[in-house]
């Protein structure tokens, strides 16, 4: 199966790198890809708990899927993953 989220806090490609590199980590999700300009995440997966463990995964980072909670510390976190993803990719 293949899903889109709009997700919440994507800012840059550091962030994006981030994103890619940790759902790509888990078991069962592939092809992942972000739009910063869209702030969307998409990818394929093959159950429905996929799914929820990516959401999941996405709002530890700090990018909720939108309409989630949003606090200050899951955008702190964003911030965070922003700067590894941007150390991670020079």
């Not at 840059?12 to 739009?35: E, P, Q, R």
């Not at 990818?43 to 606090?71: C, M, R």
């Amino acid at each position: 199966m293949i899903t889109t989220l709009e997700i919440q806090n994507l800012k840059c490609g550091g962030c994006a790198h981030t994103i890619i590199t940790k759902l790509n980590a888990l078991d069962h999700i592939h092809n992942v890809s972000v739009n910063t300009e869209s702030n969307t995440v998409s990818f394929e997966y093959s159950q429905a708990n996929d799914l929820e463990t990516a959401v999941e995964l996405l709002s530890k980072l700090g990018y909720p899927v939108d309409g989630n909670s949003n606090s200050i510390g899951k955008k702190a976190k964003s911030f965070a993953s922003c700067a590894v993803g941007r150390l991670a990719k020079s």
